[in-house]
């Protein structure tokens, strides 16, 4: 829902500033929002209605499917009795996402170029969203596909936009590293 957010905004930012959107307009944007709102606000309010839902993916699996189908309505029911959680997620989501829309603007003027801060919010969710799909590692591809198909479209060359796509990933890649690095050398503090 982050992701959304972030998008609808940026086709906003974008069209207020007369800029080229290309086929997708901010009233698509904010309609995908509303509908992952409305999809989100009835999963939590009726949990029981996914595992309904979900009945026909038994086929694959019916023992390993029952018990994520069971694992994720209970934790819906739990989403359900702390509505303030969920905002807190929400808004934090938004912070997240917009930080890493900044970041590719930052690595966008490393690199000597630079994409208007209302295509580079719409272009790093939707390359998120587009990078989950099962056909790629990582979305390697599919991830710079996107770039290059968008960023062409204002003016970005190829070679740029697949620039911007490989450092903006290789450096979320490195710092994710530097986490792990963190998390294993840490040391666990004697009990009291």
Do not use: D
């Not at 000597?112 to 790093?124: D, E, Y």
């Not at 990582?138 to 960023?151: D, H, K």
Request: a positive charge.
């Amino acid at each position: 829902v982050g992701l959304a957010f972030i998008a609808a905004c940026g086709s906003t930012i974008a069209a207020q500033r007369s800029e080229a959107i290309g086929p997708i307009g901010p009233a698509l944007f904010w309609l995908g929002l509303l509908a992952a709102v409305a999809a989100g606000v009835l999963v939590i309010a009726r949990p029981e209605r996914l595992g309904t839902l979900a009945k026909p993916l038994h086929v694959f699996h019916a023992e390993w499917v029952g018990r994520r189908i069971a694992t994720i309505t209970e934790a819906l029911h739990k989403f359900r009795q702390a509505p303030a959680t969920i905002a807190i997620a929400f808004l934090t989501s938004i912070v997240v996402q917009a930080l890493l829309v900044g970041f590719y603007v930052a690595v966008a003027t490393a690199l000597r170029f630079s994409v208007p801060i209302g295509h580079m919010a719409m272009l790093v969710p939707v390359s998120f969203l587009v990078q989950m799909l099962p056909i790629s590692v990582n979305g390697l591809g599919v991830r710079e596909g996107t770039f290059v198909g968008y960023l062409a479209q204002i003016g970005v060359s190829k070679e740029s936009a697949v620039a911007l796509s490989l450092i903006g990933a290789v450096l979320v890649m490195v710092f994710s590293m530097s986490g792990a690095a963190a998390y294993l050398t840490r040391r666990k503090k004697p009990a009291e």
